[in-house]
Structure formats: C-alpha cells, structure tokens
T-cell receptor, first 111, second 113 residues
Framework: GQNIDQPTEMTATEGAIVQINCTYQTSGFNGLFWYQQHAGEAPTFLSYNVLDGLEEKGRFSSFLSRSKGYSYLLLKELQMKDSASYLCAVRDANAGNMLTFGGGTRLMVKP | DSGVTQTPKHLITATGQRVTLRCSPRSGDLSVYWYQQSLDQGLQFLIQYYNGEERAKGNILERFSAQQFPDLHSELNLSSLELGDSALYFC????????????FGPGTRLTVT
C-alpha cells in the first residue's frame, strides 16, 4: 500500500514564496506528480518528478528526494489566483502504475 | 480545457437508483481513469481501462462497474445508490501506456437524496 502525507492547510501572502511538502511511502515508486485544484473544478497537472532534484517551470518548482520519500512544491511570487488545493500523487509500478493522491493542501493567499 | 469531456455535469437522484456517467477521453488517448472525490475522502482512484480492457482496479465498490467502448469513450455505472455515494466523479485520460500525465475532465457532481 501507499501512504502520502501533506499539510491540510497553509496560508501565505500575495507576492511571497510558499513551500508545500509531501512525504510518501510506496513499494514501487515510479514518479510523483503535483496537481492544482480549484474548488469544484478538475485537477490540473503542474509537475512530474521521477529522478532526484529540482524541476522548474515558471513560478512553480518541484523537488524530489527518493531516498527520503520526500517532495515539495515551491510557489514563487504568489498571486491571489494561486489560492487552491495542491495535490501530491505517487505512481506505483507495483500497482499497475495507478496514481494514489494525498489529501491535498488547501492554500489561501491573502493580500 | 483538458480535452476530456464528461456528461452530465450535475446529477440528482434518489437512494436505490442507478445512474450512468459518461466520459470521452482526449483525442488519441487510450487510457481512461475514474476517480471519486468526496469531502472527507479526497481523490480516490476507482478503475482504469486501456484500449477497452480493464487495467487496474482501486477501491471500487461491487455496486459500481465501468467499461470502455471501441470508440474509447467510457461509462461508469453506479447502482443501488446510497447517500454516501454523493461526490464528484472525475474521469481522466492519458496517452500511450506509460505516459505519465493524466488529463482530468470537468467532473460529474452526483447528489443522492
């Protein structure tokens, strides 16, 4: 089975930087994904990490350490529209490559 | 717009009834995934189909079933509905087997009264 943990809620200020952490335990790790989901809407893909290190994509970056079972999503220059839930998901090669999602971190950006 | 379509957008029905949710994947995508998202459970994987065949199964109840048709659209059938089945049901699709990114449809909000 898999266990994915991420904080339930976070608050940050517009223009600031926020880091959302995710820890996981899985038997057949085959990639970690971050999705953004606004309330009542579909999740949208943000990033994918399968090797250790940092992947940067505009204001968003994602980091992975496979040995520590740890990832984070870094959001820079926060905007009000970044208020959303951020879902960490792990793909397990021993489970047909299905994705298991964490409970999500609800980020509130304040002016 | 992800290119994945789902119908209907909203569905209200009574306990004990049966409903069918429909999903059309992105053009060219062979895999379809179904997820359930309720307030207290987060996003839960239900089942995956690849090119018409069941590929992986998650926490899908026996009252629920799915299939993928030759034109690659998929249907999720929910029967003997209970109040606890009220949730958002998402369909996602991805490309060739092993493709890592899943594209989600807008979801169907099911309310069981």
């Amino acid at each position: 089975g898999q266990n994915i943990d991420q904080p339930t809620e976070m608050t940050a200020t517009e223009g600031a930087i926020v880091q959302i952490n995710c820890t996981y335990q899985t038997s057949g790790f085959n990639g970690l994904f971050w999705y953004q989901q606004h309330a009542g809407e579909a999740p949208t893909f943000l990033s994918y990490n399968v090797l250790d290190g940092l992947e940067e994509k505009g204001r968003f970056s994602s980091f992975l350490s496979r040995s520590k079972g740890y990832s984070y999503l870094l959001l820079k220059e926060l905007q009000m529209k970044d208020s959303a839930s951020y879902l960490c998901a792990v793909r397990d090669a021993n489970a047909g490559n299905m994705l298991t999602f964490g409970g999500g971190t609800r980020l509130m950006v304040k002016p | 717009d992800s290119g994945v379509t789902q119908t209907p957008k909203h569905l209200i029905t009574a306990t004990g009834q049966r409903v069918t949710l429909r999903c059309s994947p992105r053009s060219g995508d062979l895999s379809v995934y179904w997820y359930q998202q309720s307030l207290d459970q987060g996003l839960q994987f239900l089942i995956q189909y690849y090119n018409g065949e069941e590929r992986a199964k998650g926490n899908i109840l026996e009252r629920f079933s799915a299939q993928q048709f030759p034109d690659l659209h998929s249907e999720l059938n929910l029967s003997s509905l209970e109040l606890g089945d009220s949730a958002l049901y998402f369909c996602a699709s991805s490309g060739r087997e092993g493709s890592y990114e899943q594209y989600f449809g807008p979801g169907t909000r099911l309310t069981v009264t």
